[in-house]
Structure formats: structure tokens, C-alpha cells
């Protein structure tokens, strides 16, 4: 009688490289797409996708959204932005490293992995805790696959990323949360330097 075998899908944060040439380069995930009415996240044990809360108000991510696999926001990040913005104390989220994601082709669904390349990213603090935000290009798009820096992109693409990170954990009818605050948007050089700290924490927690 022949073994029989079981596939089994690797999980998204833990099973799934973040390629070999990054920080340059880049692997993935993504849990959540600009046409989402809902927040989805990777569930930590299991890997898969998981709804998380419905989106409070009619504004949603403006871009592809998701992490980098096998990062960390850990010790090293929150001392990261504990330097950069002269405020004590700071410690990581205890996630994987957030990233968006622009493309000029419409993706209708998550649960997927890409290839991006980083061109900066969004210094985030919650309630002491940082939350980076890496901005990237999906490689080879027909609109912004030749951008190399954030300051590139056009503002009206930031701000309506950079609203949206400050009003994303609003309640409706309640004022926004004084904890959360985008410090800085930052360059592809500073971006190269958070996502190698993320990887480096991740080692330090998880292992090679």
C-alpha cells in the first residue's frame, strides 16, 4: 500500500521568505486590497486570513496592504524609533512589518504573495508602540514600477495613505485616538534600514 501524503500550505509570516535580495527586493503578503469593506489579518497560529472588524468609515487603504514575511517589529525597531524621534521608551508592535503596496492594475482579492520593491515608509507610533509603515512599488508596474523614492509618488497618494493611518482605528462617534501619530515619512534608505532591523529582530525571536 502506497504512503499517502498531505500538502501542507506554508504559513504566510513564519513559512514564506522575504527574498533573497532584500532589502531591495522584497516578498508579500497581502491581506487586504483598496476595494475591501473589511479588515482582514493573517491569524498568528494557524496562518490563515482571518476578518478582523468591518471598516468603521466609507475610507478604505488606498493601496495594497499587508507585511513582509519573516520580520519583526521587535526590540531593535523600538529602539530604532526611540532614536530617530528622541522619545523614550518605544517598543515594537510585536507584528510583522507592515507594508503598502502601490500598483496601477486593480488586484480584486488577498491572500496572495508579490514581489515589491521599497522606495520609503511612514514613522507610526500607537499608544508607544512603533507600527511602521514600509511603502513600496509592485515590481515591473506599468505606472509605478520605474519610482524610486517616496517623494516620487504623488502627494495626493501620501496624504490619502497618511489620513488613513491616522483615522483607521476611529469609532464612529467617538473623538479620534490621541495615540496614534505618524512622526515622519521617511526615504528608501531609511526604509532599507527598518526592513533589515525587522529581519534581524525576527532571527533574535524566531530563529534563522
Not at 63 to 89: E, M, N, V
Not at 106 to 127: E, K, N, V
Not at 162 to 176: A, D, E, I, N, R
Request: charged residues 25%; glycine residues 10%.
Amino acid at each position: 500500500m502506497k504512503k499517502s501524503h498531505l500538502s501542507f500550505r506554508a504559513h504566510p509570516w513564519h513559512g514564506v521568505p522575504a527574498g533573497p535580495d532584500a532589502p531591495k527586493v522584497i516578498t508579500c503578503y497581502i491581506e487586504i486590497v483598496p476595494t475591501d469593506t473589511m479588515k482582514f489579518e493573517v491569524d498568528k497560529e494557524s496562518g490563515i486570513l482571518r476578518l478582523d472588524r468591518p471598516q468603521k468609515f466609507s475610507n478604505h487603504c488606498p493601496t495594497l496592504y499587508g507585511f513582509i514575511p519573516r520580520t519583526l517589529c521587535g526590540d531593535g525597531i523600538g529602539r530604532l524609533c526611540s532614536k530617530a524621534t528622541g522619545k523614550r521608551g518605544i517598543v515594537g508592535d510585536g507584528d510583522a512589518m507592515d507594508v503598502c503596496v502601490l500598483t496601477s492594475r486593480p488586484i480584486l482579492h488577498s491572500d496572495i504573495i508579490l514581489t515589491a520593491r521599497p522606495i520609503g515608509g511612514f514613522r507610526m507610533i500607537d499608544g508607544g508602540e512603533a507600527d511602521d509603515k514600509i511603502v513600496a512599488v509592485l515590481e515591473n508596474d506599468d505606472t509605478y514600477g520605474g519610482v524610486e523614492e517616496i517623494g516620487d509618488v504623488p502627494k495626493g497618494t501620501i496624504d490619502r495613505l497618511h489620513h488613513y493611518f491616522l483615522t483607521y482605528k476611529q469609532v464612529p462617534g467617538k473623538p479620534l485616538p490621541p495615540k496614534v501619530q505618524v512622526s515622519k515619512i521617511y526615504n528608501r534608505k531609511t526604509a532599507y534600514e527598518v526592513i533589515q532591523q525587522s529581519m534581524k529582530d525576527y532571527q533574535d525571536s524566531f530563529g534563522a
